[in-house]
């Protein structure tokens, strides 16, 4: 098999040995630092593809869905950038029917690209309207998309699997929000939420139908944790629109990848995750990073048949010996023994973290796998 076939397999069926695959790229820059660079944004799948050459684990190539600038005019943002040495503040702006909407964001060395002003808030007039409007135009395109793709997949697929990752849950509002405001404006207009979130999952399934007949692998399907969302959230927008999506995305011939970082619990216990339709789901990480203290135990929890990945906290990779990521790595494997699990970190490895302890952790698990 191929390492993009071994992957793909693994998830569905397990296997009788251990399986490492670290989460690398997704801007988090752990490659891009690999690659000599400072700038996360000047990253490139090349970049990512010598990353996981280099640390020797099986890949998983998370790709944004590309932006459809050079197929229309209708959804091309204007951008400029400020730049000094360490910094660039960039400012993207869309004009809609609606007024002009836009970003502001703040990029730092080795840090990557983080939001300073979303496009709208819940005060912003014809909020619903812009959303719509955005959702709609972008569902007029979805025909360009294997054209778009194509380059990518074409360098990616040799080495492993790509999951195609956009605001796909409907809840996001094409992530032209923050999550804070997310949940008020739900709060607030239940009704006409529903209504746009309703718009956006059916548009999005027809991108589903796209992106798999392009030849992806999986998509990305994430939600908040605990932290951002409440129960109530979850029940009425996250695990429905989940399960249609799902459905989709298998029967499209795909798979679900799902990467919820932070703390997830008592969501995990409440059995959430599993009326989802996840075939991929991560991470199950203990404290500071997460709240799952009883790995072993979380993991009987979720459905058998869904493949989990992680737990090697990110604090541990960054701070850690090489013996002391030895030893966390041991408590996943031996945790998740007799499991579908891919052994990982609890997140995206970012800039600073020492190649040495990533390839401690790999030689620890092909160790415990000869053994």
């Excluded at 600038?69 to 869309?94: A, Q």
């Excluded at 703040?106 to 912003?124: A, V």
């Excluded at 790509?162 to 094409?174: D, G, K, T």
């Excluded at 695990?239 to 499209?252: G, M, W, Y």
Aim: with cysteine.
């Amino acid at each position: 098999m191929t390492t993009r076939e071994k992957f793909v397999d693994y998830v569905k069926h397990g296997g009788s040995e251990p399986f490492v695959s670290f989460q690398i790229g997704a801007g988090a820059g752990f490659d891009c630092k690999l690659a000599g660079k400072e700038w996360i944004s000047d990253n490139t799948i090349e970049d990512t593809i010598r990353a996981y050459q280099i640390v020797e684990c099986d890949p998983l190539f998370n790709v944004y869905l590309p932006e459809l600038e050079p197929v229309t005019s209708e959804l091309t943002w204007r951008d400029t950038i400020e730049k000094t040495d360490n910094e660039k503040i960039i400012n993207r702006s869309l004009e809609t029917p609606y007024g002009t909407i836009h970003w502001k964001l703040k990029e730092q060395t080795r840090h990557g690209i983080t939001p300073i002003i979303y496009p709208l808030t819940l005060d912003s007039p014809n909020v619903f309207e812009i959303v719509d409007w955005y959702v709609q135009r972008y569902g007029k395109f979805v025909k360009y998309m294997g054209e778009l793709m194509g380059p990518i997949l074409e360098k990616a697929h040799p080495y492993g699997p790509v999951s195609m990752q956009w605001n796909i849950q409907p809840f996001e509002l094409m992530g032209l929000l923050s999550v804070d405001n997310l949940v008020m404006l739900a709060m607030l207009q239940p009704q006409r939420y529903r209504e746009t979130c309703d718009l956006i999952r059916d548009i999005n399934c027809d991108v589903i139908k796209a992106v798999f007949t392009c030849g992806a692998d999986f998509v990305f399907l994430g939600a908040p944790g605990v932290e951002m969302l409440s129960p109530r959230i979850y029940e009425e927008f996250i695990i429905p629109d989940s399960q249609v999506i799902t459905r989709a995305v298998h029967d499209a011939g795909g798979l679900v990848y799902s990467h919820i970082c932070s703390p997830i619990e008592p969501f995990l216990s409440k059995g959430y995750y599993n009326r989802m339709g996840i075939d991929l789901f991560e991470t199950l990480s203990p404290p500071p990073v997460g709240n799952v203290t009883d790995l072993a135990k979380a993991r009987k929890i979720l459905d058998p048949k869904m493949c989990t990945r992680g737990n090697i906290g990110l604090d541990v990779l960054l701070t850690g010996t090489a013996e002391q990521v030895e030893k966390e790595t041991l408590r996943v494997l031996e945790a998740t023994k007799g499991t579908k699990h891919m052994v990982a970190a609890s997140d995206y490895l970012f800039y600073d973290i020492p190649l040495d302890n990533v390839k401690a952790a790999v030689q620890t698990v092909r160790k415990y796998k000869n053994s």
